[in-house]
């Protein structure tokens, strides 16, 4: 398991693609900071500024996690792989692991270099506002939660097609039409609407006094939603990737 | 189950969207065979391969591998198989090397001297750094062979591998995949180039619409020697030599040609008939035997 993570990892990182990601990232920190620069701001508000940018890390996350799939189906390589004396769940959960440790590492990243960069642009002084080392640590917290889940269901979508565009595309619609559909339905106070994984993802709702999405929705109520949505796309996935007949 | 054979296809059938694509297929591979696949364009060949290497369920029948049947342990049935399926298309972003670390990783023991050993046996020894993309057809297909015999399997399935092979590399496989045969290793082989069937296979099936026709044994030398040769010869008293010859032979298949005469003879019978020209001093300038190949067998079975 470990060695096929290794070269799920191996296929990852000799993209140019991946690290052009991560380049984005650092430059759209360094870019921010010059905006900021004469404000009156410590490295721990950069830091908080920043953490934002993990909506960024959410657009890698699904192209990554809906192409990883789907593009072996796309270049043909999913017959050589398949034809190995290893199992498809194991193949398939080398993938999801590897594209979990893709996410883990763009998260560090950003930390670490919001901190670094900070540090250089504001100094070390501590903030004057009440942000503290903690707040930004908990947006972080928050923030895999709502990864974890984005991520688990691109990578559905990509066991669930064999055209790597077509799965980035259609895990993106979904994306950006959630919070709309969440919002949308909270206007109407749908019922049902506490159902939807979207209204779910973010547990910030239960912790800053805001009002929930909708009526009723406590934190436990959400984990157990997220655990069902969760473990669901996973049942999908496996079952769609080992029963297919592969003819590529 | 025989302990000899070490594929077993036991009347497997698929069906895609209600269409029959294979129709109750047996056969099995030896020990140290080679097996010849053989058929037309959308015979089933690939399929069949799909099918016994797992990407493709079984409709109704099973396949055994050394003895171990796949829809029960897929896994272990596969540690002693290495194949290319129709064109082997590798990560065309990664170097050579990189792909066949790639699949050595996925397999227990198989060390870097091996890959290493297995680049040069395939003459990729050069390139072997250089991304995949920046390859030749026949440099990929031979990156194909070497991913195939990486951890060394006793049953190699060959979908077409001569594609896009120059024809040293062509008899550079011929010659291994014997080679391999001799240490006792099978090879299930398919193939469009039937006078390339000829030369390397032991056994040949071939394949319509489906369904197993024919299984031509090549080894077997008494079968070989059945076959009939057209054989001309080029005389210089076509007639008289003509008329000698078909009244002490009584064939019936035999033409008289401008410059000499055809018929269709058995190779141990060309010598006799020489001797009886000779004799009546008749003047022989030429002996042509072509012989019924499998080509024209073939082309016969599946028209
Ligand atoms: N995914 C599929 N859906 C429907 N029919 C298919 C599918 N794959 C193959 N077939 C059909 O199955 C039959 C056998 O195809 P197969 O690829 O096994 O032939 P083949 O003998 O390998 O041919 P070739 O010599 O061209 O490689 C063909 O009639 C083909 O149309
Ligand atoms: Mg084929």
Redesign the pocket.
């Known amino acids: 398991m470990l060695n096929l993570v290794q070269n799920e990892n191996m296929k990852l990182y000799l993209r140019i693609r991946t690290w052009i990601m991560v380049g984005l990232l650092v430059l759209i920190q360094i870019i921010f900071a010059f905006f900021l620069e004469n404000t009156v701001f410590s490295w721990l508000a950069f830091a908080d500024v920043s953490s934002y940018l993990t909506s960024i890390i959410a657009i890698y996350a699904i192209v990554t996690a809906s192409s990883i799939v789907a593009s072996e189906f796309s270049s043909g390589t999913i017959k050589m792989l398949l034809i190995r004396p290893v199992s498809r769940t194991k193949i398939l959960m080398s993938k999801y692991i590897s594209v979990l440790l893709y996410i883990s590492f763009l998260l560090i990243l950003n930390l670490l270099t919001s901190f670094i960069i900070g540090f250089i642009f504001f100094g070390s002084a501590s903030a004057s506002n009440d942000i503290t080392l903690g707040t930004v640590l908990q947006n972080y917290g928050f923030t895999s939660i709502e990864l974890l889940m984005t991520a688990t269901f691109a990578f559905m979508i990509s066991s669930l097609f064999r055209s790597s565009v077509l799965s980035i595309i259609l895990s993106f619609i979904i994306h950006f039409f959630s919070s709309t559909v969440v919002l949308v339905l909270s206007q109407f106070n749908y019922t049902y609407g506490k159902f939807f994984l979207y209204s779910n993802t973010d547990l910030r709702q239960y912790f800053y006094g805001n009002q929930t999405n909708f009526e009723g929705m406590t934190l436990t109520f959400s984990i157990f939603i997220l655990i069902v949505y969760f473990v669901l796309f996973h049942f999908v996935s496996l079952y769609a990737f080992k029963k297919r007949d592969v003819?590529v | 189950m025989t302990q000899s054979s070490v594929l077993e296809v036991k009347n497997v059938t698929k069906k895609?969207?209600n269409?029959t694509?294979i129709d109750q297929i047996s056969f099995s591979v030896n020990r140290g065979e080679i097996y010849g696949f053989l058929?037309?364009?959308?015979?089933?060949?690939?399929?069949?391969i799909r099918m016994i290497v797992g990407l493709m369920s079984l409709g109704e029948g099973d396949i055994i591998i050394n003895g171990t049947s796949i829809s029960k342990n897929f896994e272990k049935a596969m540690h002693s198989v290495g194949a290319i399926v129709e064109n082997p298309e590798m990560y065309k972003f990664l170097s050579g090397y990189q792909n066949l670390v790639h699949y050595a990783r996925m397999i227990p023991g198989i060390s870097k001297a091996r890959i290493l050993e297995v680049t040069k046996l395939i003459g990729l020894e050069d390139r072997i750094h250089d991304k995949v993309k920046r390859y030749s057809l026949g440099m990929r297909q031979r990156l194909g062979i070497a991913q195939a015999l990486l951890h060394k399997p006793s049953l190699l399935i060959l979908d077409?591998p001569t594609n896009g092979l120059d024809p040293a590399g062509i008899r550079e496989l011929r010659d291994y995949l014997r080679q391999l045969a001799n240490e006792g290793i099978s090879t299930l082989v398919?193939s469009?180039l039937l006078s390339e069937m000829e030369l390397m296979c032991d056994r040949v099936a071939i394949i319509k619409e489906g369904k197993i026709i024919d299984v031509k044994s090549l080894k077997d030398s008494s079968e070989h020697r059945e076959l009939q040769n057209k054989v001309i010869f080029e005389v210089n008293q076509p007639k008289k030599g003509f008329d000698i010859i078909k009244e002490k032979f009584e064939y019936k298949e035999m033409k008289l040609l401008e410059n000499g005469f055809v018929l269709l003879l058995k190779r141990e019978e060309i010598p006799k008939v020489n001797q009886s020209l000779v004799k009546e001093e008749i003047l022989i300038y030429s002996i042509n035997s072509t012989s019924k190949s499998l080509e024209d067998q073939f082309l016969e079975l599946t028209n």
């Open positions: 003819v | 895609i969207n269409k694509i058929g037309p364009n959308g015979a089933g060949k690939t399929t069949t077409e398919s469009h």
